[in-house]
């Protein structure tokens, strides 16, 4: 497999704290990557450096053999990252359909006179968009699918995941990275939206995942490999039962007692 994101001796810091320290970390194509470590140990700080949220104070970011450094967060989407949040990020006020294609302003953003004088063909886009959307709720959940017009507010937790992860997927990015899609779910929960991921990854062969998560049955359940940070850094990588007896990974999880 080929290397898909390139982070070499990446840095963050926020005033005295440093987030990231020089960590190096490659994802490859199709792979699905669990990255670990304790809280605070700086996994999210690595999704918004590479994401563009926030800037790196050092190292790089190459994504596809092109140099994405630094660059702002809306290029890093149009590139082929995609990304969902720990909190959820649905506007709850909006339906499914319209939540799910936000993740798709790639391909919408036409302007005001598209709008006001092509308006057949925005109506036929939109139909499009409508058929896009079912097709890919239809993947996670039939019953999503079945009435995407339906209002988001008072779904339970797992759907809500489930139209965030579609989101994502909306832009069809090459990098999906995900950030504690369990946060908030029940065991039961977690695993059926990780079923339903992977189901849905089977069809795009080329789609690699980096996983942040805290639950380790899901770890061990769906990923190839696992990189895992403490302190902002990188202590060790490799298949999830190898990492797991590493003692220094053992140690960053129990202490030094
Ligand atoms: N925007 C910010 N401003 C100030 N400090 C921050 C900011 N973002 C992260 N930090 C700090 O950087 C360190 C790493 O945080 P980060 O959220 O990346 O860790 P994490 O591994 O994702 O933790 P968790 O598993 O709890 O989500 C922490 O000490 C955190 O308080």
């Known amino acids: 497999m080929t290397a898909l994101l390139e982070a070499e001796g990446l ?24 990255l670990i470590g304790p809280n605070g140990s700086g996994k999210t700080t690595f999704f ?11 190292g790089t970011v190459r994504f596809a053999g092109e140099d994405l450094t630094a660059a702002s967060a809306q290029k890093v989407y149009e590139k082929g990252i995609a990304r969902t949040f720990q909190r959820s990020r649905l506007c709850l006020d909006l339906s499914v359909f319209e939540n799910v294609v936000l993740g798709n302003g790639k391909n919408l953003d036409r302007g005001i006179f598209h709008a006001l004088f092509r308006r057949r063909a925005l109506a036929r886009e939109m139909d499009a968009q409508l ?23 008072g779904l339970p937790m797992i759907q809500r995941r489930r139209i965030e992860v579609c989101r ?18 029940t065991h039961e929960e977690t695993r059926r939206l990780m079923d339903d991921i992977l189901a849905v990854r089977a069809g795009m062969s080329d789609l690699a995942i980096v996983i942040v998560e805290h639950d380790m049955a899901t770890i061990e359940r769906v990923t190839d ?10 202590v060790c990588e490799g298949p999830y039962r190898a990492v797991v007896a590493d003692p220094l990974v053992q140690r960053a999880y129990l202490g030094d007692e």
């Open 48 to 58: 918004n450096v590479v994401t563009g949220i926030f800037a790196p104070h050092g």
């Open 11 to 34: 840095s963050r810091r926020f005033g005295g704290i440093v987030a990231l320290d020089g960590v190096d970390v490659t994802v490859r194509s199709g792979e699905v990557l669990g």
């Open 168 to 185: 994502a997927l909306m832009a069809s990015p090459r990098l999906l990275l995900l950030d504690e899609p369990s946060a908030g779910m």
């Open 225 to 234: 490999r696992c990189v895992v940070f403490n302190f902002g850094r990188k």
């Open 131 to 153: 058929a896009h959307v079912r097709a890919l709720l239809e993947r996670f959940d039939p019953e999503l699918a079945r009435d995407p017009l339906q209002a988001t507010a």
